[in-house]
């Protein structure tokens, strides 16, 4: 297992629409486990293959708190089935270092994807889940938060990170 770079805003790198994974093989299994490690490094409850560079239709969720047990989440070629309501939550991103925006996004979200050992399943989400799968698919996409705010939230936010960038 190894700690990848994770990234960060304006990278180009992050706008690249990732590929299907063809086969969930162990190349595919130690990106897994990679992407796994840097996210609860960072920490963060969600990563994208998009966020170290690497462009396939792989995300990993973990929305435990700390005083639970941890509960990975693979996703590989993720679909989303199907929305249903509203809700808006206050997202971070760890390609957006030190900033945090309200995004409105589906209060449910019904998604297939492959598991870790490629087979298929699927997850009627919401809540915070709902929100990480949303906001992890859209980085499949080269989609970011950032794209989700005001015109004014999306200035502050970009010099923001320049900003934490620089002090970094
Ligand atoms: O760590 C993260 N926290 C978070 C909080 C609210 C909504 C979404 C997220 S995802 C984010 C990690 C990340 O950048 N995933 O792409
Ligand atoms: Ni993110």
Redesign the pocket.
């Known amino acids: 297992m190894a700690l990848r770079e994770?990234l960060i805003y304006p990278d180009p790198r992050l706008r690249e629409v990732a590929r299907p994974v063809d086969q969930v093989d162990d190349e595919i299994r130690n990106l897994v486990d990679d992407m796994a490690e840097t996210?609860y490094a960072?920490?963060?409850?969600?990563?994208?293959a998009t966020?170290i560079g690497v462009a396939k239709r792989v995300?990993v969720?973990d929305i435990a708190s700390e005083d639970e047990p941890s509960n990975l989440l693979v996703f590989i070629n993720p679909e989303i089935l199907e929305t249903e309501g509203t809700q808006t939550?206050?997202?971070?991103?760890?390609?957006?270092p030190g900033v945090?925006e309200d995004?409105k996004r589906a209060e449910r979200a019904r998604v297939r994807a492959l598991d870790r050992n490629g087979r298929p399943f699927e997850l009627e989400a919401t809540g915070?889940l709902a929100?990480?799968v949303q906001?992890?698919n859209d980085?499949l996409d080269g989609e970011l938060?950032i794209d989700r705010v005001s015109p004014l939230r999306r200035r502050m936010m970009g010099r923001k990170v320049a900003r934490n960038r620089a002090s970094a």
Not at 42 to 48: D, F, T
Not at 90 to 96: D, M, V
């Open positions: 994770i996210m960072a920490p963060g409850v969600g990563l994208a966020q995300f969720i939550h206050r997202e971070g991103c760890l390609s957006f945090s995004i915070l929100v990480a906001h992890e980085h938060m």
